[in-house]
Each structure stands twice: as structure tokens, then as C-alpha cells.
């Protein structure tokens, strides 16, 4: 097949585009470096990876990417949940209009499948943990959330307006290798600049379920070839959580420090910042019912994905 990944020179972008060209399709690359990065595709682009270095924003750059492809994964977007509350346009552009306009090119060029990476932040905070795919009302506490909320809307009146068909994954915290965003990375940088002290946002007691990479692409290209309806909707995750004093106990053993730990106590109860989901765990029997199974939990991901960071970065 001929497929588009927007966002490919990201973390997860790079990974499936990975995926995706060992089993022999043709892949393009839609990115605009924001935060992608040119050495993860390095190897692909002489593999015959097609790199259209563009925007998302500007309809031009897409139409130039998605001419004669059958399916795209969408990906590009900014996925700082955190942004929100500092700039409240970003989600608007990044993750809103940016899928709009993916959308109307789909729609002109009659490009009939997307897989949107969506997110466990449009839950909210549920009520239901394990929060089933099923669950309601969805009630984002982020504008990130509210901006996957809003594309995953948009994606599914495309569908049934103009016969697409999509797969709407929500993930859970993803890790590994090229991850360069979220608590593991921030807690090696934090300790390579002082290593007698690392700084936790929040309280410490935030839990949250942590998805490896190499399951979570296994699980995307899994759900896309096992859809059945118009509009299918898969939690990702994995089966346990962690709390961020774990993650922090983990990362300081990686790199053989014992540090102190100074809280900032957060704001709301001890979440990290505005908009962050304090707990957060997806019920992934939807995915494990059809054969799909994760292959290490919560901790061991974080533990795999600090060793890189240590390794590599
Ligand atoms: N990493 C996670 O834990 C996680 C969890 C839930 C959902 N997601 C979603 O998965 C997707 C990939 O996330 P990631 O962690 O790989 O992030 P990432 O920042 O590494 O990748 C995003 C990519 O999109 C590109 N991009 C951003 N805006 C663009 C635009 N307007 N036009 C073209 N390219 C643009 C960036 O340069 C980057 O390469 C995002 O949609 C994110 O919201 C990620």
C-alpha cells in the first residue's frame, strides 16, 4: 500500500514508519520538524522512505504528500498537555485545524482510511478505572484532551458523511526509544543538572498506565487490520500503573544516584499542573479479546525507556 504517517519524524511517527516499511509498503513522511527529528528517519530515507517536510497548516504541503496514497495515519500534532494552559491556540491549530485540513484532502482525493493517534486524556477524569472505550460522558480536563475530543469528532462525522472509515486509538502515556517529551525524559535531564536532587511535579502519588512502544505500534497496525466498523475506537495501554515516585525510584536507579526528592505539591490536589489527569488506567480488553496483547507493564517500560534516554540523549 501506498500510506501517509503525518508526524513520522516523531517518537511513535518513527516507529511505525519503521513498522510500516518492513513489511513493504510505500510510506511518506509529512513533518515539519517542530519536534520530529531528521535522525530518526535518517535510515528509512535511504530505504526509499519520500520525506515531504511541510505543514499540516498549510493545505498545499498536504495535498503534495497524500497524492495516490490508500491510507494515512495521523499523528502531527502537539502533544504537550501541558501547553494549554500557557497558550490556549496551539491544540486549536496543531490538533484541530490541522486534522480539519487532512480531512478535506482526504475527502477531494477520495482517500477512504485514517488512523488518528487520539488519547486517554479525552476521558477526563473518569469515573470507571479501568475506563472502558465505552465510557461517558467524555469530560476533558486539558485543552490538549479537548482538541482530541474535537478531532476525534471531526474524524468520525467525515466518516459518516464522505464513507471514511477510521481507527481512533487512545493511548495511555507512550515510552521507548526516540521518546523525547514526558516524565522519564524530564527526570534524566533534571538529574544529569543536579544529581543530589530531583525536582517532582505534583504530589507524587499521580498513577498512570505506561505503553511500550514496540506494543503500541504492534497494536495500531493490530487494530487496523482487525476493524470492523465504519469508526472503531481502541484503548492502548498496558494492563498495571505506576506512580511518579516510582518513576522517579526507577530512573534514579538507572543512573545509579540517590537523590532526595523535593515535591512541589502541585496545584488541585497534587496534580503536576492544570489539566493533568491525576489517575489515569484504560481497560484494553476490547484489544486483548481479538489476540492483542502487551508484552511488559508500566514499570518496565519506564525502566526500558530510561535506559535509552541515559544511553542516548
Ligand atoms: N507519546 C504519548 O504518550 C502519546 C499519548 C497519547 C497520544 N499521543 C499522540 O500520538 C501522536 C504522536 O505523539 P509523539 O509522542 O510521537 O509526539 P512527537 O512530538 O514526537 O511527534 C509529533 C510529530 O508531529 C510533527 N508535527 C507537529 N505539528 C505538525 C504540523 N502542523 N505539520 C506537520 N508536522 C507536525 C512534529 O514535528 C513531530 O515529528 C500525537 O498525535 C500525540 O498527541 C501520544
Known amino acids: 500500500m501506498h500510506i501517509l504517517v503525518t508526524g513520522g ?52 504541503h498536504i495535498r503534495k504528500a497524500i497524492k495516490g496514497c490508500d491510507l494515512v495515519y495521523h499523528l502531527a500534532a502537539n502533544p504537550d498537555v501541558r501547553r494549554g494552559a500557557e497558550d490556549t491556540n496551539v491544540h486549536l491549530g496543531q490538533n484541530i485545524l490541522a486534522t480539519y485540513n487532512l480531512l478535506e ?58 464513507d471514511l472509515t477510521a481507527v481512533l486509538y487512545r493511548f495511555a502515556n507512550v515510552v521507548g526509544p526516540r521518546s523525547t517529551h514526558g516524565v522519564t525524559y524530564d527526570f534524566v535531564n533534571k538529574l544529569r543538572a543536579d544529581p543530589r536532587q530531583l525536582e517532582i511535579l505534583g504530589d507524587g502519588t499521580q498513577k498512570k498506565s ?3 512502544i514496540e506494543d503500541c505500534i504492534q497494536a495500531m497496525l493490530f487494530a487496523m487490520d482487525n476493524r470492523q466498523d465504519r469508526v472503531e475506537i481502541f484503548n492502548m495501554g498496558s494492563q498495571d500503573w505506576v506512580d511518579v515516585r516510582t518513576i522517579a525510584d526507577i530512573v534514579a536507579q538507572e543512573m545509579n544516584l540517590s537523590p532526595s526528592y523535593v515535591f512541589t505539591g502541585g496545584v488541585d490536589g497534587g496534580r503536576g499542573w492544570k489539566g493533568d489527569v ?22 518496565e517500560a519506564i525502566r526500558r525507556t530510561a535506559r535509552w534516554i541515559i544511553e542516548s540523549l
Open 278 to 299: 491525576k489517575i489515569m488506567r484504560l481497560a484494553i480488553d476490547k484489544l486483548r479479546q481479538m489476540g492483542w496483547e502487551p508484552s511488559c507493564g508500566s514499570a
Open 105 to 162: 484532502e482526504m475527502r477531494r482525493q477520495k482517500i477512504a482510511t485514517i488512523g488518528f493517534t487520539s488519547s486517554s486524556t479525552v476521558y477526563g477524569e473518569a469515573k470507571e478505572i479501568p475506563t472502558p472505550e465505552s465510557y461517558g460522558p467524555l469530560v476533558p480536563i486539558s485543552l490538549y484532551g479537548a482538541s482530541k475530543l474535537a478531532a476525534e469528532a471531526l474524524i468520525s462525522s467525515y466518516c459518516h458523511t464522505f
Open 210 to 212: 505506561y505503553l511500550y
Open 9 to 60: 519524524a516523531g517518537f511513535i511517527g518513527s516507529h511505525l514508519i519503521d513498522a510500516l516499511m518492513e513489511q513493504g509498503h510505500h510510506v511518506v513522511c509529512l513533518d515539519n520538524f517542530s519536534s520530529g527529528r531528521r535522525e530518526f528517519i535518517a535510515h528509512r530515507l535511504e530505504q526509499g522512505l519520500k520525506l515531504v517536510e511541510g505543514d499540516l497548516l498549510n493545505p498545499n
